[in-house]
C-alpha cells in the first residue's frame, strides 16, 4: 500500500487510467466565448480560484469589447473592476499592457505561438500553454498549475520542483495524447481529494500508488515535511 509503480511511466499511466475513470468529464472550469477573454480569465486566474474569476469575468466580459476597449481604459478603472481578484492591480497592468501589444502588434488578434504569447506582460508558459490549448487548439506542452506540480510530486511522477522543470519531466513520460487532459484531471483531484492541507487519502482512488501517502508514508513529497497527526 501507498507504494509507486517501479518506473514514472508506469506510474503516470495508472494515474491517467484511474482518474479518466474517476472524472470522466474533466475540462477547464473558467469560462469564456473567445481567445481574448480566455487570456484574460487565465492571467486573472493566477493565485485566485476559478470561481471567483467567473464571478468577476461574467460582469467584466460584458463591460468590454475586444483588445481595443482594454487597451483604451484607465488602468486604475480596470484595477476596480476585477479588485475582489488576487494581486488586481498588477493583473490590471498585464491585461492593458497585452491588449495593447495585441492591438500594435498583432492585428487585435490573440497570437497563435508559445514565443509571441509569453512575449506579452504577464503571460508566462503556463497562461500561454491553455491559451494555446483551448483558444487555438494546439498543444505542444503541459500545463502545470499548483495542482499539476502537487499531484505529480507528491506521487512520485516527477522529481523537478519548478514549474518549467515539471514540464520537462512530464513531457517525457507522459503520452503526448494526454498532455491536455492531465491537467484537467490533476485539477479535478487535487480540488476534490488531494488538496494542499489535509488530503483525503483514505478515500483516494490513488492511495495504494502514493509514495505520499498519510496511511502508510510519513512524508509528503510535494513538499518534504512531515504530515502533521
Same mark, same amino acid.
Given at each position: 500500500?501507498?507504494?509507486? *509503480?517501479?518506473?514514472? $511511466? %508506469?506510474?503516470? #499511466?495508472?494515474?491517467?487510467? =484511474?482518474?479518466?475513470?474517476?472524472?470522466?468529464?474533466?475540462?477547464?472550469? &473558467?469560462?469564456?466565448?473567445?481567445? +481574448?477573454?480566455? *487570456?484574460?480569465?487565465?492571467? *486573472?486566474?493566477?493565485?485566485?480560484?476559478?470561481?471567483?474569476?467567473? %464571478? /468577476?469575468?461574467?460582469? +467584466?466580459?460584458?463591460?468590454?469589447?475586444?483588445?481595443?476597449?482594454?487597451?483604451?481604459?484607465?488602468?486604475?478603472?480596470?484595477?476596480?473592476?476585477?479588485?475582489?481578484?488576487?494581486?488586481?492591480?498588477?493583473?490590471?497592468?498585464?491585461?492593458?499592457?497585452?491588449?495593447?501589444?495585441?492591438?500594435?502588434?498583432?492585428?487585435? !488578434?490573440?497570437?497563435?505561438?508559445?514565443? !509571441? &504569447?509569453?512575449? +506579452?506582460? #504577464? /503571460?508566462? =508558459?503556463?497562461?500561454?500553454?491553455?491559451?494555446?490549448?483551448?483558444?487555438?487548439?494546439?498543444?505542444?506542452?503541459?500545463?502545470?498549475?499548483?495542482?499539476?506540480?502537487?499531484?505529480?510530486? =507528491? *506521487?512520485?511522477?516527477?522529481?523537478?520542483?519548478?514549474?518549467?522543470?515539471?514540464?520537462?519531466?512530464?513531457?517525457?513520460? /507522459?503520452?503526448? $495524447?494526454?498532455?491536455?487532459?492531465?491537467?484537467?484531471?490533476?485539477?479535478?483531484?487535487?480540488?476534490?481529494?488531494?488538496?494542499? =492541507?489535509?488530503?483525503?487519502?483514505?478515500?483516494?482512488?490513488?492511495?495504494?500508488?502514493?509514495?505520499?501517502?498519510?496511511?502508510?508514508?510519513?512524508?509528503? &513529497?510535494?513538499?518534504? !515535511?512531515?504530515?502533521?497527526?
Amino acid at each position: 500500500m501507498g507504494t509507486a *509503480l517501479d518506473t514514472p $511511466e %508506469k506510474q503516470v #499511466g495508472e494515474v491517467l487510467d =484511474r482518474l479518466y475513470e474517476e472524472y470522466p468529464d474533466s475540462t477547464i472550469s &473558467l469560462e469564456f466565448s473567445n481567445r +481574448l477573454e480566455l *487570456l484574460i480569465a487565465v492571467i *486573472l486566474s493566477a493565485q485566485c480560484t476559478d470561481e471567483r474569476v467567473n %464571478k /468577476v469575468t461574467d460582469e +467584466l466580459f460584458e463591460k468590454y469589447d475586444g483588445p481595443e476597449d482594454y487597451a483604451a481604459v484607465d488602468q486604475d478603472e480596470l484595477a476596480e473592476d476585477i479588485n475582489s481578484i488576487t494581486y488586481f492591480n498588477n493583473k490590471a497592468g498585464y491585461i492593458t499592457s497585452a491588449c495593447e501589444t495585441i492591438v500594435d502588434e498583432h492585428d487585435g !488578434e490573440v497570437p497563435d505561438t508559445m514565443s !509571441e &504569447l509569453t512575449d +506579452l506582460p #504577464g /503571460v508566462g =508558459r503556463k497562461t500561454a500553454n491553455v491559451v494555446l490549448q483551448h483558444g487555438h487548439d494546439v498543444v505542444e506542452g503541459i500545463v502545470v498549475d499548483t495542482h499539476v506540480q502537487r499531484l505529480s510530486q =507528491r *506521487l512520485g511522477i516527477v522529481e523537478e520542483e519548478r514549474p518549467e522543470k515539471i514540464e520537462d519531466e512530464l513531457r517525457e513520460i /507522459v503520452p503526448e $495524447e494526454d498532455w491536455q487532459q492531465l491537467t484537467h484531471l490533476m485539477i479535478d483531484h487535487g480540488r476534490a481529494t488531494c488538496t494542499a =492541507r489535509n488530503p483525503d487519502c483514505e478515500d483516494c482512488v490513488l492511495e495504494d500508488i502514493c509514495p505520499s501517502s498519510k496511511v502508510d508514508n510519513g512524508v509528503d &513529497l510535494a513538499d518534504g !515535511e512531515d504530515w502533521e497527526n
